[in-house]
T-cell receptor, first 114, second 112 residues
Framework: NAGVTQTPKFRILKIGQSMTLQCTQD?????MYWYRQDPGMGLKLIYY???????DKGEVPNGYNVSRSTTEDFPLRLELAAPSQTSVYFC?????????????FGPGTRLTVL | ELKVEQNPLFLSMQEGKNYTIYCNYS?????LYWYRQDPGKSLESLFV?????AVKQEGRLMASLDTKARLSTLHITAAVHDLSATYFC????????????FGKGTRLSVIA
């Protein structure tokens, strides 16, 4: 049982480049989330999904897009990378937001935009 | 808007001492979580607190929740070096666009 996996672990982008951060969970969780963590800060929610085909914006969605075609996968797309998007990105999943079970986090992707 | 404040943000404590980390939140919430993060690592769940007066303990850590005061505490007993990490509280409301809102974290350093 791998839990939540993310790829890549590290990436350096040039301004204006695009990339997709991959996230997969094998726990059959309905809810999935993308967060970013800036240095010395807590996590901020970018997007979340309550099930396949359903996504919604979080606190800081600008500059990002997501899709959820399957229960397992929840990729995060950066279309035109900017230095402000330098951060560590965490994907998480949970059975449901109403369930007392907590969210399970992936190992993170450290992104630098130069 | 739901906001979460932790204090202190930095804490250096000696081994064997006791201390408390505080987490205040601004509006009614449905659930409160405590997480631990080691440097360069992901977040590890510590506690989920569901209702007023809830208390949970694991080893040297004990978390409590007072929903009337909108306050949760994480108490550390007889600190050891292995507890050095950043501790986050997070609060959830089941309505709105922000299902989980995090505090900025408390960076704990336990020194001999």
């Amino acid at each position: 049982n791998a839990g939540v996996t993310q790829t890549p672990k590290f990436r350096i982008l040039k301004i204006g480049q695009s990339m997709t951060l991959q996230c997969t969970q094998d726990m059959n969780h309905n809810y999935m989330y993308w967060y970013r963590q800036d240095p010395g800060m807590g996590l901020k929610l970018i997007y979340y999904s309550v099930g396949a085909g359903i996504t919604d914006k979080g606190e800081v969605p600008n500059g990002y897009n997501v899709s959820r075609s399957t229960t397992e996968d929840f990729p995060l797309r950066l279309e035109l990378a900017a230095p402000s998007q330098t951060s560590v990105y965490f994907c998480a999943s949970s059975p449901s937001s109403g369930n007392p079970d907590t969210q399970y986090f992936g190992p993170g992707t450290r992104l630098t935009v130069l | 808007e739901l906001k979460v404040e932790q204090n202190p943000l930095f804490l250096s404590m000696q081994e064997g001492k006791n201390y408390t980390i505080y987490c205040n939140y601004s509006t009614t919430s449905d659930r409160l979580y405590w997480y631990r993060q080691d440097p360069g690592k992901s977040l590890e769940s510590l506690f989920v607190l569901l209702s007023n007066g809830a208390v949970k303990q694991e080893g040297r850590l004990m978390a409590s929740l007072d929903t009337k005061a909108r306050l949760s505490t994480l108490h550390i007993t007889a600190a050891v070096h292995d507890l050095s990490a950043t501790y986050f509280c997070a609060v959830i409301r089941f309505s709105g666009n922000t299902p989980l809102v995090f505090g900025k974290g408390t960076r704990l350093s336990v020194i001999a």
